[in-house]
Every structure is written in structure tokens, then in C-alpha cells.
């Protein structure tokens, strides 16, 4: 259930992705020299799914990808100053490793530039009003707002009903780079990602993870005229690395994409989501719990709290550190979850309802075994 926290959408070892990475990596043992066919195919089968894309390029990482994001932003723009949401994760380089699963704007890492992390503002989740504020003071000085549509760092929050369209509309209003962070839902919740669903198109997005079902590859894409900017395209902002389009990974995100652009995908992972959630509904029922459980599709996430928070501080007031003492202890009964509090739990094709049985009897007995210790916490 971990799921690799988030890319293994297929199930782990899937024959067909690895059969093509492997073919692949015989074919074009050259990576670092050209562009490949395939490179191209996967560019030509992204920009015709992906709302945003009018151009895409490759990298190795979602990191990477939200890196060259928001440096094409500053310098199309002009401006230095990044907005971004509490609780959203996009990486661990200096500008966005910051403001995560705490309530301030402390760097996750020693050693981040402070003249970097300074240009760094957060806004809490589906807050209009903080946003309009933000927007008045700081609107005209800023490059990029890069956010997750859907927010799976810290499990399942949605966005309110009109919240990304008016997130939307004033990046518009103050010519700022709108970066939707697809990193954990691109492909997870269809190739078109969560900006298809929601109707709002950003400027620019990246893919990663479930892209390639666990292989290293992010696709960082949009607006022609931004994309434009890049060196690939003769451009004067740096766009390099020597593993970028590398042909493994390249084959394994073709392949990949292909089994998720089939419905009966979509429906299987949707069923699956939906059987773990309405188990674990059952089970909180049970044993009389102040939980909630939230999905999306094939992503579930357990809040020990009445109502689904909307942002960050109200994920983090939910005692996240008793939900996950609940799902580590569950590694003691063969089922394996992403045990960091706020995590999420990645439903794959490959698991089948009697897989959540067993997910759900291990659940109980976790929920049994150390419920004195959770009701002291
Ligand atoms: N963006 C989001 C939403 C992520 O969840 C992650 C990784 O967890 C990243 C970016 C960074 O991706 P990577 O770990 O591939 O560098």
C-alpha cells in the first residue's frame, strides 16, 4: 500500500513496463547523445492528453522538473518572489523545501541559501481571502505560484469548489506563472492528471512518479511561448542533464501511459479506492473512532479528526502521529503503509478486493491490539 510513495500505479515488477524498459535499454544503449524516437512518441502522446502542454521536455526527477519550473518563471518574469502552498511539497531544492508538515517557513535541510528561501511565501490551502491579500502585497513582485491541485502530501485535501479558478484567474490578473505540481496525481488520476478533472489549466506542469510506474523520468510542460524560453529550443534558460529522455525510462512511461489511458484501468483503480475507504469507514464505525477517512480515487488518507481538513494546519491539528502509529503497526500483519504521519495510501492495479481484505483484517487487528496505547497519546 505504500506504492513506492506514490509512482508504482500498475503494481510493482508490471511484465509489460519492464519488458519495454528492458527492450528499450538494448536498442538505445546511448543515453546523453540524441533525442530517440520513442522520446519523441511519448512528447507527441503527453502534449495530446496533458491540458497544459503545448511542449514538454524530460528529466530524471519530479525535483528536477519543478526546479527548471520555477527558474523559466523567474526569468520570463522578471520577478524572484515564489508563492506557494503550506504543506505542499514540490522537491528538495532551496526555493520550495520549505513550510512543510510545519506550521512556518523553516528550511527542511541545513545549508539552504537563506537569500533563497527568503524569496518564499506560503498561503494556506483553499483560502481566498489569504490569497487576495497575498496577491495585493505581493502580486506584482512574483514569478510563479506552484501548487498541487489536489494536495497528497499531506493525504487527500481538495480543492474547495471555484478555489482553483480564482487561484487561476489572479495569476492571470498579475502575470504570475501558474505551476500545477502533478507529481502524485499526474497519471495516478489519468494521463490528463487533476487538471483535466478540475477544468483549470495551469501555465506550466510536471509529471513524475506514476509516469513511468516507479521508473526515473518527469515531464515538465505548457505554454509554447514559456517553454520556448528553454536552450533545448535555443532559448537562454539552461535546460540539461545528461539522463534526460533516457531510453528505459522513456519506454516504461509509454507503456505506462498506454495502460492508463484504458477506462477499465481508471474503473479498477477507482473500485479498489473505493472498497478501502468504505472498509476502513466500517472499521472506524467499529470501534467508535473520531477519525475520517478521505479518497481520491485510488489515493486514501485517514484523518483522526470529525471533519476532512481543507488546509494544512487543520491536517496537522488531526493528531497525525496516532493514524500513523496505527499504520505502522499494520507492518506486523504483512501489510506495508507509508508510516510518516499525513501519508497516504497508494491503491495499485495489480491489487485485487481480496488484497483489501487483507489490508482491512490487518487494519483491525492494528486498531485492537494498540488501542489503549492510542487513547493515552
Ligand atoms: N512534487 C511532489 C508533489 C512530490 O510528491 C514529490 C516527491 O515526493 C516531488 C515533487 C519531488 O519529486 P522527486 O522525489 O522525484 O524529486
Known amino acids: 500500500m505504500h506504492g513506492g510513495s506514490g509512482p508504482v500505479v500498475l503494481g510493482h515488477a508490471n511484465l509489460a513496463v519492464d519488458s ?14 540524441v ?9 507527441e502522446t503527453l502534449v495530446e492528453s496533458i491540458p497544459s502542454f503545448d511542449s514538454v521536455l524530460f528529466c530524471s526527477s519530479g525535483s528536477e522538473a519543478t526546479y527548471h519550473a520555477i527558474r523559466l518563471a523567474r526569468a520570463v518574469t522578471g520577478r524572484r518572489k515564489l508563492l506557494k502552498v503550506e504543506g505542499g511539497y ?18 527542511m535541510s ?11 511565501i506560503t498561503v494556506p490551502f483553499n483560502d481566498r481571502d489569504g490569497l487576495l491579500g497575498y496577491m495585493n502585497e505581493w502580486g506584482g513582485e512574483t514569478a510563479a505560484f506552484i501548487l498541487e491541485p489536489i494536495m497528497h502530501n499531506i493525504g487527500v485535501i481538495l480543492p474547495d469548489p471555484g478555489y482553483l479558478e480564482l487561484v487561476r484567474s489572479e495569476c492571470s490578473r498579475w502575470g504570475i506563472v501558474l505551476i500545477f505540481d502533478e507529481v502524485v496525481s499526474g497519471v495516478r488520476h489519468g494521463v490528463g492528471g487533476f487538471q483535466e478533472i478540475s477544468g483549470v489549466t495551469p501555465d506550466l506542469s510536471v509529471f513524475g512518479k506514476a509516469l513511468a510506474n516507479g521508473y526515473p523520468i518527469a ?19 539552461l535546460f540539461l542533464g545528461t539522463y534526460n529522455g533516457h531510453p528505459g525510462s522513456v519506454a516504461a512511461a509509454l507503456t505506462t501511459v498506454a495502460i492508463r489511458k484504458d477506462p477499465q484501468s481508471t474503473l479498477h483503480l477507482e473500485k479498489m479506492g473505493e ?13 467508535d473512532l473520531p477519525w475520517t477517512v478521505v479518497r481520491f480515487g485510488s489515493i486514501v488518507a485517514l484523518y483522526a479528526s470529525h471533519k476532512p481538513p481543507n488546509n494544512q494546519s487543520e491536517a ?7 493514524v500513523a502509529a496505527c499504520r505502522e503497526s499494520m507492518a506486523r500483519y504483512g501489510v506495508f503503509e507509508n508510516a510518516r504521519p499525513l501519508a497516504r495510501s497508494c491503491v495499485s492495479l495489480a ?20 488501542l489503549n496505547i492510542w487513547m493515552e497519546l
Request: aromatic share 4%.
Open 219 to 237: 515531464a515538465l510542460g505548457g505554454r509554447g511561448d514559456l517553454m520556448d524560453n528553454f536552450s533545448t529550443g535555443g532559448g537562454t534558460v
Open 351 to 370: 491489487h485485487t478486493e481480496s488484497d483489501i481484505e487483507r489490508v482491512l483484517e490487518a487494519a483491525e487487528m492494528s486498531l485492537k491490539e494498540p
Open 110 to 120: 541545513a545549508g539552504a541559501l537563506d537569500d533563497v528561501v527568503k524569496q518564499t
Open 90 to 107: 514540490h522537491g528538495w531544492h532551496d526555493s520550495v523545501a520549505v513550510g512543510f508538515l510545519k506550521g512556518d517557513l523553516t528550511p
Open 35 to 43: 533525442r530517440t524516437d520513442i522520446e519523441v512518441e511519448l512528447a
Open 275 to 287: 472498497s478501502l475507504a468504505i472498509g476502513w469507514r466500517d472499521l472506524i464505525g467499529q470501534f
Open 316 to 322: 496537522l491539528d488531526s493528531s497525525p502521529e496516532v
Open 20 to 33: 519495454a524498459a528492458r527492450d528499450a535499454a538494448s536498442r538505445l544503449g546511448l543515453p546523453g547523445v
